[in-house]
């Protein structure tokens, strides 16, 4: 089945700069990474996804990219801001009816 | 805004006793997940239906979980006997199923507590 590995597990920044958050995966069939962002006591929550087919996603201040030949992908996050602190979780799927396999998350704080 | 709903929000109860966690899952959706988390093994798939019918419950301990859709609309997850280890947020999460790229919304949780 689906192995997902996420890092860091804690990353702290300065207000402003940038974040880079790296995960890898071992099937090859799957096609569709999706990342959720959690607050402190709050759900998580999808804040950008991509599929096989594209190789970088951008919204706003937050881009996903994609390689498929090395099966990694990372979230980006610039200009980030305190409101970015959270934990932030990376997932992927083949088609299908299997569920999404989380990796273990990122705690991201943002010092003012 | 249609979300998930969970019930109920907090509970704190002693080992031994039976809990029963309840999930309604937006509208339409066929596909409900049941997750738990903890800080040291992030959020664990427990397990997951699709119109109702359960696909996947591998990642439940049978001896003491169960879950099931009694109707479309609620989903539950019971643990009788409860026990210490058994302490975090559960959530419940819901999509559409059919196709790869469907969002999984999740629920507010349901925070644990085993004495």
């Known amino acids: 089945g689906e192995n997902v590995e996420q890092h860091p597990s804690t990353l702290s920044v300065q207000e402003g700069d940038s974040a880079v958050i790296k995960c890898t995966y071992s099937?090859?069939?799957?096609?569709?990474f999706p990342w959720y962002k959690q607050e402190l006591g709050k759900r998580p929550q999808l804040i950008i996804d991509?599929?096989?087919?594209?190789g970088e996603k951008k919204d706003q201040r937050i881009a996903v990219t994609l390689n498929k030949t090395a099966k990694h992908f990372s979230l980006h996050i610039t200009e980030t801001q305190p409101e970015d602190s959270a934990v932030y979780f990376c997932?992927?799927?083949?088609?299908?009816?299997?569920?999404?396999?989380f990796g273990k998350g990122t705690r991201l704080s943002v010092i003012a | 805004d249609a979300r998930v709903t969970q019930t109920p929000r907090h509970k704190v109860t002693e080992m031994g006793q039976e809990v029963t966690m309840r999930c309604q899952p937006i509208?339409?959706?066929?596909?409900v997940f049941w997750y738990r988390q903890t800080m040291m093994q992030g959020l664990e798939l427990l397990a997951y239906?699709?119109?109702?019918?359960?696909?996947?419950d591998s990642g439940m301990p049978k001896d003491r979980f169960s879950a099931e859709m009694p109707d479309a609309t609620l989903a539950t997850l019971k643990i009788q006997p409860s026990e210490p280890r058994d302490s975090a947020v559960y959530f419940c999460?819901?999509?559409?199923?059919?196709?790869?790229?469907?969002?999984?919304?999740f629920g507010p949780g349901t925070r644990l507590t085993v004495l």
């Open positions: 239906f699709r119109n109702r019918a359960p696909l996947d």
């Open positions: 509208l339409g959706h066929n596909t």
């Open positions: 999460a819901s999509g559409q199923g059919g196709s790869s790229y469907n969002e999984q919304f």
């Open positions: 991509i599929r096989s087919n594209v």
């Open positions: 997932a992927a799927k083949d088609s299908g009816n299997t569920p999404l396999v």
């Open positions: 099937d090859s069939a799957s096609n569709y």
